[in-house]
């Protein structure tokens, strides 16, 4: 099998990471300032070998320099990048999910006191979806979070919510509260007519249920809705 050019030319080029002194180089870098670092400069560090800078470059060139886009890309996608094998995929991929985790609650349970507190604590990583998922949050009676359990994938508009899947957590560990969220990957966190419609069934089921549904939060990008706001589906 003939080289392809780029594989000749890479014979005869000396490696960025070579060309630079210490202090320059994408390790040094991070361990100074991290914070002060460029994407390509922490990519690098993450990938690792002789050809770090420039696979870092492919990456960001191959996923339009944004760094959602890398993180919502599957292992087999990323390995499609000149350079990166599976176990350097699997690396970046989970460098990209620890980065998620610092926005998640440590230590003591989180008690939700506004419609913004509930959103804190899964806007990050429902925003980043591309597919719509249907959460609900269970509190206590004095709203401490009790868990977040991922109810359903898939659109709310496409298909009926099962009103006895959302409260079968929340009987079976007893909270007498919960917050129902799902997010849009659209971006948009506007609730269409199908949000409010599953909100009013929640709202009822949970009356019947003796399961309180304080509130239905639609996340976007960057944004989110509040329905019990917005006095949508709330009587």
């Known amino acids: 099998m003939q080289p392809t050019l780029l594989q000749v030319q890479s014979q ?3 490696p960025k990471l070579k060309t630079l002194p210490l202090r320059d180089q994408p390790a ?18 993450v990938v690792g070998g002789g050809q770090q800078i420039e696979v870092a470059e492919r990456l960001l060139s191959r996923f339009g320099g944004d760094i959602q886009r890398i993180y919502k890309a599957n292992v087999a996608e990323i390995t499609q990048v000149h350079g990166i094998g599976q176990q350097t995929a699997i690396r970046l991929k989970a ?17 939700i006191n506004s419609p913004a507190d509930a959103a804190a604590l899964v806007q990050y990583e429902m925003s980043l979806l591309e597919y719509e ?5 269970m509190l206590t009676i004095r709203n401490t979070v009790v868990d977040i359990v991922e109810i359903c994938k898939g659109g709310i508009d496409n298909s009926p919510v099962n009103v006895g899947m959302v ?12 917050i129902v969220v ?16 599953v909100t009013r069934a929640l ?3 949970g009356k019947l249920l003796d399961v309180g549904v304080l509130d239905h939060m639609v996340i976007g990008q960057g944004r989110w809705v509040s329905l019990k706001e917005r006095g949508l589906g709330f009587s």
């Open 167 to 178: 409260f079968r957590p929340a009987i079976q560990r007893a909270a007498p509260a919960l």
């Open 28 to 45: 040094y870098r991070v361990t100074s300032n991290a914070a002060a670092c460029s994407l390509a400069e922490l990519l690098a560090a």
């Open 133 to 137: 998922s249907l959460r609900i949050i």
């Open 12 to 14: 005869y080029q000396l």
């Open 95 to 111: 460098a990209l999910t620890l980065a998620l985790k610092l926005h998640e609650p440590t230590g003591v349970r989180s008690v």
């Open 203 to 205: 709202c009822q089921a």
């Open 182 to 197: 799902h997010n849009h990957p659209s971006g948009d966190p506007t609730p269409s007519p199908d949000d409010v419609c």
